[in-house]
């Protein structure tokens, strides 16, 4: 029987980046997976000659430098830049609210113009100067009606599967607009996708002779031999299923990905095209082969609805619904964390929190410094 030093919960960007410090550092690391498969939701797959993204798109962004060269050890990236489009009831809008979008929305063409018709639009309006009540007041006073009506009002609600009028104003905090000809959708200074997929970045990591891999295997099944038998226990699940959801259920949103194979070279000449009406059921559609300029087998393409959906126990857990009454809840489960002195809670379900790649990454190496003291 080998002894470990560490269990890892989950194959993730967060336990795969703990592991990989882990073993760098001498340690004996146990990774259990309850998916057939490793990378969590980073997971992409080869068919046709092309990546693709299974669990949605996945675009690698951030401003770190660190960060970008940490990740540029495991894969070498592309030029990728996210730039999607918006298709509402067949009219196409370029995304994020640009220069472009203004002129394909009004015919405009200066920046003066749109930032005059974006004024015209929240006065004709009309909102009181009291506080935005909830998500559509919110919007229309930051953007006007056009933009709220045509993209914003249906794919919002489609998300979370509420009325724009029932949801919270704070959702939309502020709403990006940039008065240049610039599609590309993340102000970050580094951007790409990995040539080859994201798989190969958690394959590599785990590639060690200290590093042993479980998939198919669920924490739960076990869990209280694993808490007894393991000195350490990186935890990289639900925080809430963790304690057996004693103080109630935190809440997440679902997704349901449709993925088709298609005999044609080019379906929609983009990687991402966002549906911004309300009777369209799904989101988004992602063609994968665009993430890699089109590589992939000559007359093949594949393609992926995305269809947001509540989620109930038993269902993936994608979204954190990060509101007050779940972050308050969630510090409640911080408190029970902090009795568990041999489990450490990470990533995006341990710590329940929105995490972008750049910032799982951010965290796992902060944790990996707490653990290690250098
Ligand atoms: P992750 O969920 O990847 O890994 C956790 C792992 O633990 C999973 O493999 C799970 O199966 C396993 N597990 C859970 N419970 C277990 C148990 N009881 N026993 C065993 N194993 C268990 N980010 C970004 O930077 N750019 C982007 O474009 C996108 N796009 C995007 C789209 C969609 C649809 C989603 C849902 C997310 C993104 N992201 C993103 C975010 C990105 O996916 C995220 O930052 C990382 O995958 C999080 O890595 P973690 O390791 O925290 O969780």
Same mark, same amino acid.
């Given at each position: 029987l080998v002894n470990y030093d560490y269990l890892i919960v989950g194959s993730g960007l967060f336990g795969a980046t703990f592991a990989y410090e882990a073993a760098k550092r001498g340690k004996h690391v146990k990774v259990i997976e309850k998916? #057939?498969? !490793?990378?969590?939701?980073i997971y992409t797959k080869e068919q046709d000659g092309i990546q693709v993204h299974q669990y949605g798109a996945h675009i690698f962004h951030t401003s770190n430098k660190e960060i970008w060269n940490y990740i540029q050890q495991f894969a070498e990236f592309n030029r990728y830049t996210n730039s999607p489009v918006a298709n509402y009831k067949g009219e196409l809008y370029n995304l994020p609210f640009n220069m472009n979008t203004f002129s394909e929305l009004w015919g405009v063409t200066t920046p003066a113009e749109a930032k005059a018709k974006i004024e015209e639009q929240k006065a004709v309006a009309n909102l009181s100067d009291s506080e935005p009540r909830n998500l559509e007041e919110q919007a229309i006073s930051l953007i006007g009606t056009d933009i709220y009506t045509k993209l914003i009002k249906g794919y919002t609600e489609k998300q979370w599967g509420q009325k724009a009028t029932e949801l919270?104003?704070? !959702? !939309?905090?502020?709403l990006p607009v940039r008065y240049t000809f610039d599609n590309n959708y993340f102000n970050d200074i580094y951007q790409g996708i990995p040539i080859g997929g994201y798989t190969q970045i958690v394959e590599k990591m785990l590639d060690s002779d200290l590093i042993d891999v479980e998939t198919g295997v669920d924490f739960f099944d076990n869990k209280e031999e694993y808490l007894k038998d393991y000195p350490r226990i990186i935890f990289t699940g639900m925080i809430d299923e963790f304690f057996d959801y004693q103080l109630g259920e935190l809440q997440y949103r679902s997704l349901k990905f449709e993925t088709e194979e298609m005999?044609? #070279?080019?379906?929609?000449?983009?990687a991402v095209i966002n549906y911004t009406d309300s009777e369209t059921p799904y989101t988004r559609v992602i063609e994968h082969k665009h993430f890699e300029f089109g590589k992939g087998d000559k007359g093949k393409t594949i393609v992926t609805r995305e269809y947001p959906a509540n989620w109930k126990r038993?269902?993936?857990?994608?979204?954190?619904?990060?509101?007050k009454a779940n972050n308050e809840l969630y510090t409640e489960y911080r408190k029970l964390a902090e009795n568990q002195p041999k489990v450490t809670f990470g990533g995006r379900l341990g710590m329940y929190r929105y995490y972008d790649m750049h910032q799982v990454i951010h965290a796992a190496l902060e944790a990996v410094s707490q653990e290690f003291k250098d």
């Open positions: 998916r #057939d498969h !490793i990378a969590g939701n919270p104003a704070f !959702i !939309i905090r502020r005999n044609v #070279d080019n379906f929609q000449g983009n038993g269902d993936e857990p994608y979204y954190p619904v990060n509101n």
